[in-house]
């Protein structure tokens, strides 16, 4: 079991956790945990988050009932971020997206075309070169 | 096109960053950018971090040579993270695992053991009902 002294929250006693769906993998959300969240988290076994705007411990659905059950925890190598593998009730954006990760830098949606557009940028410095 | 003014930094002129590998969407690490290397990383196609410990722009894998060619780039619905699709070269610890994400709660890696346990805590859940 992890020791929770090995977490190292920041000046606000937060530390970050990127949330990932154990079914598609995709990244859903980022949010915060304190170490009384994490206590909750780890005793009902559903994802409990700091709110830094509320200022309150939240249970992930409680109001829209989409619940993240977790499957598995870990925190990185220098103990300053968590990954949770959850298994997501509908979808986990406020907005009704699956992920909070839906705006690409480029304004639309289409992988294919950003790709397009980075392999462009790469030839470029290939041939700078 | 993306209007950098969108994304939200933090007080510090940081902003959070999710790295998920697009070959086996495994989260490789959790870096920060400031808007200085969030320009770099558009620029040359590679991503640039900057490091609160050095407190300096970093390239990642400019010493070990595992750099993250970008393949897409997420902004959460609230502005104040981002997500990063890229191809790895080599790994992206430094520790030499391919993620940083290697430590679970429970001290060891087997997830089907974790998923085991939180399926008897929703088990004991459930009775409690």
Known sequence: MLDLSLIKFDQNGLIPVVVQD???????????????????TLETGYMHYFSRSRNKIWKKGE??????????????????????????????????????????????DKKSEVDILFRLIETIND???
Chains 1, 2 share one sequence.
């Open 22 to 40: 154990i079914r598609t993998n995709e990244v859903l959300m980022l949010a915060y945990m304190n170490q009384e969240s994490i206590k909750l």
């Open 63 to 108: 109001t829209s009932g989409n619940f993240q059950k977790v499957r598995s925890l870990y925190v990185d190598c220098d103990g300053d971020a968590i990954l949770a593998i959850v298994e997501q009730t509908g979808v986990a954006c406020h907005t009704g997206n699956k992920s909070c990760f839906f705006t690409n830098f480029f304004g639309q």
């Open 127 to 129: 041939r700078k070169r």
